[in-house]
């Protein structure tokens, strides 16, 4: 309910103690987190972060880089919608990506059903999907 102010209040408690932060926006096992890459929603974040993230620079004499971290469930639409976001902000860099809760790859195996994001191979397409498409639309405009 209170993401934004929780993300603020993280990134001003560690900031004078990092070499640069990762704001997981992806994490499947954190109840509606996901929702923050909806676009609207996603642009009061990166914009209310990076005006703290200036402000701290400013406060500390230094710069730490913040990093957005997204899901590879993303459809075209919304990988879209976090490129332009990540731009539009000037985001540091992106890191593509968390794990999936897709279990297409893991149909029929044991523990299947089980909550929690996937990591490994059951990733991969997904994750190489979510790169080739930021890589597309970011060029060199923002690391990945």
Do not use: W
Request: charged share 25%.
């Amino acid at each position: 309910e209170r993401a934004v102010d929780d993300y603020l209040h993280c990134l001003e408690r560690v900031y004078p103690h990092a070499s640069y932060v990762t704001v997981n926006i992806s994490s499947p096992n954190t109840k509606n987190l996901r929702q923050l890459q909806g676009a609207s929603e996603l642009d009061s974040l990166l914009g209310t972060l990076r005006g703290a993230q200036q402000r701290l620079a400013d406060q500390h004499k230094r710069y730490v880089p913040v990093a957005l971290k997204i899901a590879p469930d993303l459809d075209d639409d919304q990988i879209a919608n976090v490129a332009d976001a990540l731009l539009r902000h000037k985001m540091d860099g992106v890191i593509a990506t968390n794990t999936t809760i897709s279990r297409e790859a893991v149909v029929g195996l044991a523990h299947a059903e089980e909550a929690g994001g996937l990591s490994g191979q059951p990733v991969r397409e997904g994750s190489t999907r979510v790169i080739r498409a930021l890589h597309g639309l970011l060029g060199d405009a923002v690391p990945i």
